[in-house]
């Protein structure tokens, strides 16, 4: 379900065990945050599993910020049901198979592994309903 929430309001209120609203906040700095919750459930599974803390360098974006940052057009960011993850010490494709049996068969998930230029790689995770998959 998709939710909305003040940054300034709700900012430190828990989606979940571990997740605040401020977490998932567009990086811009804009007010609301759009978060489905079903996508704080998602990421809740994976901080448990690896018993790590999960950062989220991008949750809900903005069109502006979307389009600042070279963002795909229809953007899973757009409607809060977008997380571009990282945990330390665990490696893009390990956190990412861990995302797929989260998935079966739904979501998307990219996997966004270091590289020339790209020093720290990600995971994006997103809870639409079709099968998605790519490597950025
Ligand atoms: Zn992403």
């Not at 939710?3 to 804009?30: I, M, P, Q, Y």
Request: hydrophobic share 35%; glycine share 12%; proline share 5%.
């Amino acid at each position: 379900m998709l939710e909305a929430w003040s940054r300034t309001r709700d900012g430190t209120r828990k989606l979940s065990a571990n997740f605040t609203v401020a977490e998932f906040a567009c990086k811009d700095g804009s007010d609301p945050v759009f978060v489905d919750s079903s996508l704080a459930a998602l990421l809740q599974k994976i901080r448990d599993h690896f018993g790590r803390p999960v950062v989220i360098t991008s949750g809900y974006r903005t069109a502006a910020h979307n389009r600042s940052v070279g963002g795909a057009a229809y953007s899973q960011h757009l409607y809060g049901r977008a997380a571009d993850i990282r945990v330390q010490g665990i490696p893009v494709e390990q956190l990412a198979a861990y995302a797929e049996t989260c998935l079966p068969g739904t979501g998307g998930i990219g996997r966004y592994p270091p590289r020339a230029g790209r020093a720290v790689g990600w995971v994006h995770v997103d809870t639409r309903p079709a099968k998605s998959r790519w490597t950025g």
